[in-house]
């Protein structure tokens, strides 16, 4: 399976949005929460443009999932716009 990315990591954030992706990864290093990237939107593999469903990842261990979910749900500026 796909997110067998790193044992013992847990995805905090999914999107298309390669800006807001790092914003989350230096809000969470900012507190000291390590972070991975993992981009399937990379150029390299020009899967934007083969796979409609390719993303980025943001990633956390996992137990600091839930201190990083507290520290995104405080950041406004990450937050979805209501529909």
Do not use: C
């Amino acid at each position: 399976m796909e997110m067998e990315i790193r044992k013992g990591w847990v995805i905090i954030w999914e999107g298309i949005d390669e800006f807001k992706a790092h914003l989350i990864k230096g809000i969470l290093e900012t507190h000291n929460i390590p972070t991975v990237l993992y981009n399937q939107l990379d150029s390299a593999y020009m899967i934007r443009y083969l796979h409609k469903n390719a993303t980025i990842k943001v990633l956390v261990p996992e137990q600091l999932y839930d201190q990083a979910i507290d520290i995104l749900n405080k950041t406004q500026d990450i937050q979805e716009p209501s529909d």
